[in-house]
């Protein structure tokens, strides 16, 4: 189930939102459902919010001996179309 995060519309108005809306807050729902536009405590209009994507980072490329205990297959080409297994 995805994550979704909210925010209140007016998170400047206390009157209009209250300290968890404000804040912002996340929330699991099946992709079916439509996006909330209350706040499931205030009752307060609620914006959905698009949220940056978690990507792993790699800083090094992966050496021959990571790759294999990764569970990869090393080739090396030899010749022309010919690779060798390592």
Known sequence: MPIYEYLSEAPEDPER???????GFELRRPIDRPALEQCPLCKHPVRKVISKVNTPRIAKPLSVSDAKAAGFTILQKRDQG???KL
Do not use: A, L
């Open 82 to 84: 010919v690779y060798e």
């Open 17 to 23: 939102s209250c300290r968890v809306c404000r804040q």
